[in-house]
């Protein structure tokens, strides 16, 4: 029973234009979520993460929105650069305990 | 600044052997974690560490033992290696806070 799902395995995004990465989660007991990057050969590393007491965090180009009602959270990336490419991870947890990972987006930035 | 190291980055096994994955973490976090990943998968937990001589199982802890000594290392035990080892195995530490983790290169490893 996958606890955080992201949906779409992978996205292709212009340069310059508006990554959007969703996430979807069903425990409603989540209270912080994180989104990792992960590029060939690395490990993940911390991008941005968003409290469910706010619905929203904002880091330079980096943006994640947090609709609790939906258990839906979402990256948006403006904008989007060549260096921007790799794997996104959505992950959960629940009152600072265990991250639950989603299965990852590969998101390809065109120049 | 090392950050989480791992060693080593590839390993192949055969079926029946053993072998230990090394973690070592310079940042003085009290949490750490074994992470596995899967192809198409995401990261799942198979032991985490919230200090020197504490651990507990995760997600998918069977195959797999796990020691903490150290705040500094976290060493993952394979003991009878099975081609369902084959994977990519990630760790990971954490301040009190617990929810930001940092995560080291990862270590290859095929059983064949």
């Known amino acids: 029973d996958q606890q955080v799902k992201q949906n779409s395995p992978s996205l292709s995004v212009q340069e310059g234009r508006i990554s959007i990465l969703n996430c979807d989660y069903t425990n409603s007991m989540f209270d912080y979520f994180l989104w990792y990057k992960k590029y060939p050969a690395e490990g993940p590393t911390f991008l941005i993460s968003i409290s469910s007491i706010k619905d929203k965090n904002e880091d330079g180009r980096f943006t994640v929105f947090l609709n609790k009602s939906a258990k839906h959270l979402s990256l948006h990336i403006v904008p989007s650069q060549p260096g921007d490419s790799a794997v996104y991870f959505c992950?959960?947890?629940?009152?600072?305990?265990?991250?639950?990972f989603g299965a990852g987006t590969i998101l390809r930035v065109k120049s | 600044n090392a950050g989480v190291t791992q060693t080593p980055k590839f390993r192949i096994l055969k079926i029946g052997q053993s072998m230990t994955l090394q973690c070592t973490q310079d940042?003085?976090?009290?949490?750490m974690y074994w992470y596995r990943q899967d192809p198409g998968m995401g990261l799942k937990l198979i032991y985490y560490s919230v200090g020197a001589g504490i651990t507990d199982k995760g997600e998918v802890p069977n195959g797999y033992n796990v020691s903490r000594s150290t705040t500094e290392d976290f060493p993952l035990r394979l003991e009878l290696a099975a081609p369902s080892q084959t994977s990519v195995y990630f760790c990971?530490?954490?301040?009190?806070?617990?929810?930001?983790?940092?995560f080291g290169a990862g270590t290859r490893l095929s059983v064949l």
């Open positions: 990971a530490s954490a301040t009190v806070a617990k929810n930001i983790q940092y």
């Open positions: 940042m003085n976090h009290n949490y």
């Open positions: 992950a959960a947890s629940e009152y600072g305990n265990k991250l639950v």
